[in-house]
């Protein structure tokens, strides 16, 4: 497969990293977001094949067994994964690859591919973090389990390419533009 550029954005949940993604995909033409696998139920207002593709655990576990994930996990019971395949379809196209991903995701991705750039999204402290949560109206596992998650996530700030706190999303997104302006022609 030849391999194109692969931007990771990783960090506690509720840190905002979907939310960059998603600004990034709107305002770059040329960065795409692979739709990933999950065994969850589809919520309200998604869409098969397009927010992800929805499969029960056996179709899952078929995948994993053929190896078509590049990185898969089980997060809070549910499985989620992002195949090769569509690794490959979006590179075909000559676009940057933009994904959110836990640090394990993260991880997977760095060793599959040699162009990988990784972004830490920090919030500005756990107690904003703690807030953010509950806006949310955060689902099972507790409050408490995610933010313990958090704190220990947060070593990974100083392990990635590069880093930035989203106490501000317009300060944040300036960052992260200015990351992919640099990376982009790499």
């Known amino acids: 497969m030849n391999e194109g550029l692969f931007i990771v954005l990783s960090g506690p949940s509720g840190a905002g990293k979907t939310s960059l993604v998603d600004r990034a995909l709107k305002e770059y033409s040329e960065l795409q977001k692979p739709v990933s696998y999950t065994t969850r139920s589809s919520r309200e207002g998604e869409v098969d094949g397009q927010s992800y593709y929805f499969l029960n655990r056996e179709k899952f576990r078929e995948f994993q067994e053929q190896k078509a994930f590049v990185e898969w996990a089980e997060v809070y019971g ?103 302006e640099k990376v982009k022609n790499l």
């Open 78 to 180: 549910e499985l989620y994964g992002t195949s090769v395949e569509e690794i490959r379809k979006i590179w075909v196209r000559g676009k940057i690859i933009i994904k959110d991903l836990d640090i394990q995701g993260m991880q997977s991705v760095k060793k599959a591919f040699s162009k990988v750039i990784t972004v830490f999204v920090a919030p500005p402290s756990i107690d904003a973090l703690r807030q953010r949560l509950l806006k949310r109206g955060q689902e099972a596992p507790s409050l408490s389990d995610r933010l313990l998650q958090a704190e220990g996530e947060m070593i990974w700030k100083n392990r990635c390419d590069h880093s930035l706190i989203n106490e501000d999303f317009e300060r944040a997104w300036e960052h992260l533009k200015k990351i992919i």
